[in-house]
Structure formats: structure tokens, C-alpha cells
């Protein structure tokens, strides 16, 4: 029995559930500068408007562009949320992502996928909108 307990004393702590480390991170900067709002629902701000884009992104510095991003976003809560799928065209290749864009603060999307040197790309991208302007956003790629 002793030696039953000892195991299950130094074996619990392997079998809890650590957050993954992210085996990549990247830090771009978007300035969105081509954006096109369609009004497809009631007039003004309303469920089912479509937000089309294709953004210059540079390095985390904010000097130098690293590529560039497109996609759109739906409206799905007024003055709130807008639900998101973009393409981030980097040198090495293509990230995707897809989740809601939140009207104020930060929003956290799924990487869904990728191409290149970013081939089975998974994890997560935080959106964080940059003070002052013109208006930019810091996206943290988190990669697994």
C-alpha cells in the first residue's frame, strides 16, 4: 500500500492539465486602412452587415510591413461583436483565423490553419487595440 501511495503522489502531478506553451509567438501590428462597411440589413449599424478589409501588417516595431491581411467580418450583435474570418499573408506563408471581433477592447480568435512554414499552424491570436491615431491593432500570435 505504501508503495501505491507513493507512486499516486508523484504520478498526480503529471496528470494535471498545464496551459501549452506556445511553440511560436508572433507580434505584427495591422493598420486598417482598407475597410468597406456594407449596410445589409435595416439602415445604420445593424445584424447581418458585412465588413470587407485588406490591411498593410508590419514587424512589432511598427516600421517595417511584413505583409498583409483580408477577410471580412459579420455583424451578429449591434454595437458589440462582429464575427470574423481573415488570411494573414506573411512572407513564410498563410495564417488563418476565424472568431468574434469585440466594438471595444480585446477580442481572441482560433488559429485555424496555415500554409508555408506555418503549415498545421493551431493555437490562438489576441487582437488589442493600439491608443492614439491613426487607428492600429497589436496581434499576438500564439502557436502551438
Same mark, same amino acid.
Given at each position: ?7 499516486a503522489?508523484?504520478a498526480?502531478?503529471?496528470?494535471v ?6 511553440a511560436?509567438?508572433l ?10 462597411t456594407l449596410d445589409?440589413g435595416a439602415k445604420g449599424d445593424?445584424?447581418g452587415d458585412?465588413?470587407?478589409f485588406?490591411?498593410?501588417?508590419f514587424d512589432?516595431?511598427?516600421?517595417t510591413q511584413?505583409?498583409t491581411?483580408?477577410g471580412?467580418?459579420v455583424r451578429?450583435?449591434?454595437g458589440k461583436?462582429w464575427?470574423? /474570418? ?8 498563410l495564417?488563418?483565423?476565424e472568431?468574434?471581433?469585440?466594438d ?6 482560433? /488559429?485555424?490553419?496555415g500554409t508555408g512554414?506555418?503549415?498545421g499552424?493551431?493555437?490562438q491570436?489576441?487582437?488589442h487595440p493600439?491608443?492614439?491615431k491613426p ?5 499576438t500570435y500564439d502557436?502551438?
Open positions: 500500500m505504501k508503495h501505491i501511495l507513493t507512486f503522489a508523484t498526480l502531478p503529471m496528470l492539465a498545464y496551459p501549452a506553451l506556445p511560436e509567438r507580434q505584427l501590428v495591422e493598420h486598417p486602412v482598407n475597410e468597406t445589409l445593424s445584424v458585412l465588413l470587407t485588406a490591411n498593410p501588417v512589432a516595431t511598427n516600421k511584413v505583409g491581411d483580408q471580412f467580418c451578429v450583435v449591434v461583436s464575427e470574423c /474570418v481573415w488570411t494573414m499573408i506573411l512572407k513564410g506563408g495564417i488563418t483565423v472568431g468574434p471581433f469585440s471595444s477592447g480585446d477580442s481572441l480568435f482560433v /488559429v485555424t490553419g512554414q506555418y503549415a499552424a493551431k493555437g491570436m489576441k487582437l493600439r491608443p492614439g487607428e492600429s491593432y497589436d496581434f502557436l502551438l
